[in-house]
């Protein structure tokens, strides 16, 4: 699929799910980070960190929730969306904390952002741009030292999902996705210069199956975050 085409589906996608939420937003109070589709399961705040001082971009970041727990720990956050409605609905919940929003692609924001030490997806750009466009990018603007941390749903979950999202409202949306499995995110990392330091499922709460796999890596070198892993 043509890039410029994949964008324009996702943005609507997206623009599409954050119109029905907006009613019902408000500003927040931070909670935890959530990698994974259920609420309060799997790791969550403590895979970063100590973010203090620290430069941190979330590449597709919704209505910035997980940037939240962040910005409150010290980081110097900013969120990123390709959905002029997410960065809106970000801002409504947390324009009383300092994280800078901004609505743009992935890669044009990382084309001309200063060096990062973290970047972080949980559903975000990772997985809904193509890798082997969007990952030398974040390699190239990470600190050395710095980290790449995603979350994408497992394929066998998405099933049917991965071509469609479905709305509150019950209806569905196309979507464009990538999913190539836990070998060929590791491939894709490693291709990129990263040092890829894991990918690890994570079952449902539940336990019958695989929801999301969590990948980690770091760009070789030391710099102002390397110790902190």
């Given at each position: 699929?043509?890039?410029?085409?994949?964008?324009?589906?996702?943005?609507?996608?997206?623009?599409?799910?954050?119109?029905l939420a907006l009613p019902?937003?408000?500003?927040?109070?931070?909670?935890?980070?959530?990698?994974?589709?259920?609420?309060?399961?799997?790791?969550g705040t403590e895979l970063f960190d100590d973010v203090s001082g620290l430069a941190v971009a979330e590449l597709g970041c919704g209505n910035g929730d997980n940037l939240a727990p962040l910005a409150v720990r010290g980081a110097t956050c900013i969120g990123v969306d390709v959905a002029p409605l997410q960065i809106t609905r970000a801002r409504?919940?947390?324009?009383?904390?300092?994280?800078?929003f901004q609505c743009a692609d992935?890669?044009?924001?990382?084309?001309?952002?200063?060096?990062?030490?973290?970047?972080?997806?949980?559903?975000?750009?990772v997985g809904l741009c193509p890798p082997e466009q969007l990952l030398p990018l974040?390699?190239?603007?990470?600190?050395?030292?710095?980290?790449?941390l995603f979350s994408v749903p497992d394929p066998r979950w998405l099933g049917p999902r991965r071509t469609r999202l479905r709305l509150a409202d019950g209806s569905q949306v196309p979507v464009a996705r990538w999913a190539p499995g836990p070998q060929g995110w590791?491939?894709?990392?490693?291709?990129?210069?990263?040092?890829?330091?894991?990918?690890d499922p994570i079952h449902t709460p539940t336990g019958d199956g695989i929801c999301c796999l969590l990948v980690r890596a770091h760009k070789p070198g030391e710099g102002s975050n390397a110790s902190r892993r």
């Open positions: 699929m043509h890039t410029s085409i994949s964008t324009a589906i996702n943005r609507h996608a997206w623009d599409r799910q954050a119109r019902d937003d408000r500003p927040m109070t931070p909670g935890r980070v959530e990698w994974t589709q259920y609420p309060g399961h799997g790791p409504t919940r947390w324009g009383h904390l300092p994280i800078r992935a890669r044009v924001f990382l084309a001309r952002a200063r060096p990062l030490d973290i970047c972080f997806s949980i559903f975000g750009a974040i390699s190239r603007h990470l600190r050395p030292g710095g980290r790449l590791k491939a894709a990392v490693t291709a990129s210069g990263l040092r890829c330091l894991g990918v």
